[in-house]
C-alpha cells in the first residue's frame, strides 16, 4: 500500500480517506495533503459534513512516522513536520463542517489527536487509544489542547505521562468517542444511518453548531508555536532517536 489521501462526496458528505504501509502512521507530505484536502472539502457549499477514515482494517492511526522521525536532522524541519499536525487539527476545527472520524483499530499519539478533534468520533471496541508521545523522549504537546478539550486536564497529563492504552469503552466515558459497535461492519452500518440523517439535516443549523462547541479555543492558534517548539526541539536530541530506534527494532521482532 503506498501513501494516499482521497476524497470523494457522497450525498452531501465528503468522505476523506488517508493509508500508509507502516499502520497509517502520518509523515509531513500525508499531514501537508489531509490538512489542505479537509479545508477544500469544508469549502464547497453542497458538503453538509467531513467524514474521516484510514484505509484497512487494524490501526487507524499510529502518530507521526518513525522513518520521517529519525531522517529528522534540524530544527526547521522538525517545526514544519510537528506543524503538519497542527495544520490537520486547525483544518478540523476552522472547515465550517461537521467533522466524523472513524476509528477501526488502535490509535496512538497524533491519531488521538484527529480521534479528539471530531465533532463526532465512531469507534470499534477494539480502537484502544495512547498518548505514546513520552516513551520517543517527547510529549503530546501539538495535539495536547484538544485532547484536554475532550477529557479534561488532569487525565490528558495522565495519559502523557504512563502511555497506558485506554479501552474504548473508557474512551465513551471520556468523551472521545460518542458510539462504539462491536465489529466494523457494525460501526459501518451505525455511520452510514448517521450520515443519512446529517446529509438531510440543516446547512445553517449544523454551521452554527459547530461555531458553537468550538468556542473558547480561538487560544489554541497561539498556543501552537511554543508546542511544536516543544516538539521539535525534543525530537533532535539523541536520546530519542535512540528511542525511536529501540522501538523500530521492538516491533520488527514481533
Not at 203 to 231: C, Q
Amino acid at each position: 500500500m503506498s501513501e494516499f489521501v482521497i476524497s470523494e462526496i457522497k450525498n452531501n458528505i465528503a468522505e476523506i480517506t488517508f493509508g500508509t504501509p507502516k499502520s497509517n502512521s502520518l509523515p509531513g507530505a500525508i499531514l501537508e495533503k489531509l490538512a489542505q484536502t479537509i479545508l477544500e472539502e469544508g469549502a464547497k457549499k453542497e458538503v453538509k459534513a467531513i467524514l474521516i477514515k484510514s484505509e484497512g482494517e487494524k490501526s487507524f492511526c499510529a502518530g507521526a512516522s518513525f522513518d520521517e522521525l529519525l531522517a529528522i536532522e534540524e530544527l526547521e524541519t522538525s517545526t514544519k513536520f510537528f506543524g503538519g499536525f497542527a495544520k490537520v487539527l486547525n483544518a478540523m476545527r476552522n472547515c465550517g463542517k461537521i467533522v466524523v472520524v472513524r476509528v477501526q483499530g488502535k490509535t496512538t499519539g497524533g491519531g488521538v489527536g484527529i480521534a479528539c478533534g471530531a465533532d463526532y468520533c465512531f469507534a470499534t471496541k477494539d480502537s484502544a487509544l495512547a498518548l505514546t508521545e513520552i516513551n520517543l523522549g517527547i510529549g503530546p504537546f501539538v495535539i495536547g489542547p484538544y485532547v484536554e478539550r475532550k477529557i479534561g486536564k488532569s487525565q490528558f497529563s495522565a495519559m502523557a505521562i504512563d502511555a497506558d492504552f485506554r479501552t474504548a469503552d473508557w474512551a465513551v466515558q471520556h468523551n472521545i468517542y460518542h458510539s462504539v459497535s462491536e465489529t466494523i461492519a457494525e460501526m459501518d452500518t451505525e455511520l452510514e444511518t448517521f450520515l443519512q440523517k446529517l446529509s438531510a439535516r440543516s446547512d445553517d443549523a449544523l454551521a452554527l453548531i459547530k461555531k458553537v462547541s468550538w468556542e473558547g479555543t480561538d487560544h489554541f492558534n497561539e498556543l501552537m508555536p511554543e508546542r511544536i517548539h516543544m516538539s521539535a526541539s525534543l525530537i533532535l536530541e539523541d536520546s530519542a532517536k535512540k528511542n525511536i530506534e529501540k522501538i523500530k527494532e521492538n516491533l520488527r521482532k514481533k
